[in-house]
């Protein structure tokens, strides 16, 4: 394979630590030597992965694959719920970290991979989320007096935050909506996102039916969030929260306007029901696209860039790159979809100059998605495109604390204030 060079410009922040285990001071005259005992056995290095709770549904299935830094497969296991799997490594194992790559098989047709590079020894796993109430069902709403077109739907509960409305039919007096939630009570907020924005927040059972008039409905405020730049296609995705939860009630995107480009976009603010707002602004300029997630008690307006270098190589299945700046992390991603079949790999890393030998997935191990292949560099050949990425988080100084941390040790979102995120996009085909 012919080796691949991307530029790519960023931004970067890189903080050097110096450490020394000499505080000047001197053992007192007198003092015995002390000397390793030759008899001790020095602590193995072990990683251990334990599933908690039923986290692997039926029918899906996860593995592991532990590889060195040459890319040579150490181990290979799959991950079973209420189970620990442990890898101990060779005493003449000199090498502190290891490459971990994490393998999903969320069903018949798709496959997803994580390949995390740098890993300490240690305890790592997968956790149960917590999702209040098991009930699926549906809720259908009649609005009279509504003549307009689809209406969000913003469930506070777990899973799909924001949608359109399933159902949506004309009546003699209004609309009927229909929606589903994953509680037998949730909030919810029905919102009316085109000019004048107009919302309905309510707790609402499933499978009775409501009928609620336009006029209880709250007139939202309105806000002219500026252009990014010269971007030739934006995006913006508002998520307002408040005691009951996270409600995502805004999203849109469009291209820019060659008539007007300076015009702004007009997005609805609801200062008297929301405490706070979770903000995702994107800007798209050919391949380059960058991305500025914020929360805070006032929502961002104004898109913020990274501005930094970032030179990447690749060598079949050796990737090599060197940043400069602030980033916090690095991440080469495929995306492959072919004839039903759904297959993503995603290779993480730390920032500053770095090399990492993805490993080939081992044989042993299921693989079910029909396009998936066992080696990143194939699967790059075999996709439309990938995306080489760099994200800087604020507060934070740690490849390991923003992307390895959150995924393979707390299984949470991690707290954050300020993510900025710059990605070109490689077409293969």
């Known amino acids: 394979m012919k080796m691949k060079c991307w530029p790519m410009v960023v931004l970067v922040a890189m903080m050097a630590f110096a450490c020394s285990d000499d505080d000047g001071t001197k053992a007192p005259a007198g003092d015995p030597e002390t000397h390793e005992d030759p008899d001790e056995t020095p602590e193995a290095k072990k990683l251990a992965f334990t599933v908690t709770g039923n986290v692997v549904p039926t029918g899906a299935s996860a593995w592991m694959v532990l590889s060195d830094k040459q890319g040579n497969v150490l181990d290979a296991a799959e991950l079973k719920n209420n189970a620990t799997h442990t890898f101990e490594a060779a005493e003449n194992f000199a090498e502190d970290n290891v490459t971990l790559t994490v393998i999903r098989n969320y069903h018949a047709k798709y496959t997803s991979v994580d390949t995390y590079a740098q890993v300490p020894f240690g305890q790592y796993g997968f956790a149960t989320i917590s999702t209040p109430g098991a009930a699926v069902g549906k809720v259908t709403v009649n609005v009279d007096g509504y003549e307009g077109d689809r209406l969000s739907i913003t469930n506070s509960g777990p899973r799909v935050p924001y949608s359109t409305a399933e159902q949506f039919e004309r009546t003699d007096t209004g609309v009927k909506i229909g929606f589903t939630t994953w509680s037998q009570k949730s909030k919810v907020l029905i919102a009316k996102n085109a000019a004048p924005f107009q919302y309905l927040y309510g707790e609402y059972e499933q499978n009775t039916p409501y009928t609620v008039q336009l006029n209880e409905f709250n007139l939202a405020e309105a806000i002219d969030v500026p252009w990014p730049g010269d971007a030739e296609f934006a995006a913006w995705q508002i998520t307002g929260i408040n005691s009951d939860g996270d409600f995502r009630y805004y999203t849109t995107s ?30 798209r300029s050919g391949n380059v696209s960058n991305v500025y997630s914020n929360k805070g008690s006032e929502m961002a307006t104004t898109m913020k860039y990274m501005d930094a270098t970032f030179l990447y190589a690749q060598n079949d299945n050796r990737f090599t790159w060197e940043t400069t700046g602030t980033a916090d992390a690095v991440r080469l991603q495929v995306l492959a979809s072919l004839d039903g079949n759904q297959s993503d790999w995603r290779i993480h890393g730390p920032t500053g100059q770095y090399e990492v030998n993805v490993p080939v997935i081992p044989a042993s191990v299921t693989l079910s998605s029909g396009n998936m292949k066992r080696s990143f560099a194939e699967l790059a050949e075999n996709a439309v495109s990938y995306t080489t990425e760099l994200r800087e988080y604020a507060g934070y100084t740690s490849y390991f604390d923003v992307d390895v941390k959150p995924a393979l040790i707390d299984n949470t979102s991690m707290t954050w204030t300020e993510i900025l995120t710059k990605s070109v996009e490689h077409i293969t085909q």
Request: aromatic share 14%; hydrophobic share 35%.
């Open 254 to 283: 469009r291209v820019r306007s060659l008539e007007s480009p300076e015009e702004f976009q007009t997005i609805p603010v609801m200062p008297d029901f929301f405490t706070s707002y979770s903000v995702t602004l994107s800007a």
